[in-house]
């Protein structure tokens, strides 16, 4: 775990386990708090991801409950962020098709799309009304929990080679070679691809690509930043690859990812 900064955080990020009416769906649950002391409204960056998430911003102060699903994103995806604010992500497997019907991987790429549009007025009020009057975070999760599981339909998880696959690629943390996937299929490694897209709304290249960069940003918070040992342990030919590959999902060096993180408590992180 990251040692906590030495001057009082304005943010602080931590990590649970998802309830067990959500586990087959929620890989975990993060939650980022904003402090009092923010003077201006500002974004904060959702880190690639090659999965998608359920997002609830929560302001404290005022009644703006914002709901979206976001991912899978392959670069820096922007959210405002105020004072006094909790922003709470709902993390899916990336093997889990969707939180509602209707609504694909390939409308949540790149893109977050606006739950109101999705779910009627009453439900969202009556959640306003548990999150107000929940006064932990773990209470506040419980409610979003609730409010989330009736929606999780049951088609969400398809059993297949694909999500076999899938599986072995996140194990692998991105380092599966595509070519030892592709000797194996039953069908063309052209139809594959497309049914892989399709999935998760991704290229299985790409989705390799991201897993593996996913890794590396947590390693070097796990591991206050040796940037050379997560380097070589993730399997990166140079260091002018590892850094080719920040510049790319980040729009940055990995220097400045450095300072961003170490801005930001980190607390609870799971495996």
Same mark, same amino acid.
């Given at each position: 775990m990251m040692k906590k900064p030495s001057v009082k955080a304005? %943010?602080? /990020? #931590? &990590? @649970?386990?998802?309830? !067990?009416?959500?586990s087959? +769906? !929620?890989e975990k649950i993060w939650v980022f708090e904003s402090s009092d002391s923010l003077l201006d409204k500002l974004s904060y960056n959702i880190i690639p991801d090659y999965t998608a998430s359920f997002i609830l911003i929560f302001p404290l102060k005022t009644n703006q409950l914002r709901l979206y699903i976001t991912g899978p994103n392959t670069c820096n995806f922007p959210f405002e962020? *105020?004072?006094n604010q909790i922003t709470?992500? *709902?993390r899916? @497997?990336?093997h889990y098709v969707s939180l509602l019907k209707g609504v694909k991987p390939k409308d949540t790429l790149n893109n977050k799309i606006n739950l109101y549009k999705h779910i009627s007025p009453d439900a969202i009020e009556l959640l306003k009304l548990k999150l107000y009057e929940a006064v932990t975070l773990r209470k506040k999760i419980s409610a979003i929990s609730d409010f989330i599981a009736p929606y999780l339909n049951k088609i969400g998880i398809v059993h297949d080679e694909i999500t076999l696959i899938i599986d072995k690629i996140v194990s692998s943390g991105g380092t599966l070679k595509l070519e030892e996937i592709y000797s194996?299929? +039953?069908?063309?490694?052209? $139809?594959? $691809?497309?049914n892989f897209i399709k999935r998760t709304g991704l290229s299985p290249k790409e989705f390799s690509r991201i897993v593996r960069f996913h890794k590396v940003t947590r390693k070097l918070v796990r591991n206050n930043f040796r940037h *050379?040992?997560?380097? !070589? &342990? #993730?399997? %990166? %030919?140079?260091?002018?690859? /590892? %850094?080719r590959e920040f510049k790319e999902f980040l729009g940055m060096l990995p220097t400045r990812f450095e300072s961003r993180q170490k801005k930001i #408590?980190?607390?609870?992180?799971?495996?």
């Open positions: 304005k %943010y602080k /990020y #931590s &990590e @649970f386990k998802p309830p !067990v009416k959500l087959g +769906a !929620v962020n *105020f004072s709470f992500g *709902f899916f @497997f990336p194996t299929l +039953a069908i063309s490694q052209r $139809q594959f $691809q497309r *050379f040992d997560t380097l !070589v &342990e #993730s399997g %990166y %030919y140079d260091q002018s690859h /590892y %850094y #408590s980190h607390e609870k992180l799971l495996e």
